[in-house]
């Protein structure tokens, strides 16, 4: 199994920055995606941005040009640096991360951190 541990969250006003990071510890050896999702009450769970082991990565529109997803394998971390916040970019942020072995795959979450962006 694979352990998730997120920090960085808190209280930022519009136009200002955060930075997000998960560590991951356990059965880590076949971790393959390492990702970011958000849910704000009473809205689904929606992907932010998710980077493969290789280093390719893929973003949600809205945070397109603001938001950058990097990880360090050898650390088994993965971060996300948020620019320009905006209000609309108040939810729970979770980290997530995949693994997969002898075709079996795994889905992994972190407990989430809060992002609250104030007017």
């Known amino acids: 199994q694979v352990q998730l541990v997120e920090s960085g969250g808190g209280l930022v006003q519009a136009g200002g920055s955060l930075r997000l990071s998960c560590a991951a510890s356990g059965s880590i050896s076949h971790i393959t995606d390492m990702g970011w999702y958000r849910q704000a009450p009473g809205k689904q769970r929606e992907l932010v941005a998710v980077i493969t082991r290789g280093g390719s990565t893929n973003y949600a529109d809205s945070v397109k040009g603001r938001f950058t997803i990097s990880r360090d394998n050898a650390k088994n971390m993965v971060y996300l640096q948020m620019n320009s916040l905006k209000p609309e970019d108040t939810a729970v942020y979770y980290c997530?991360?995949?693994?997969?072995?002898?075709?079996?795959?795994?889905?992994?979450w972190g407990q989430g951190t809060q992002v609250t962006v104030s007017s």
């Open positions: 997530n991360t995949k693994t997969m072995r002898w075709a079996l795959v795994f889905d992994y």
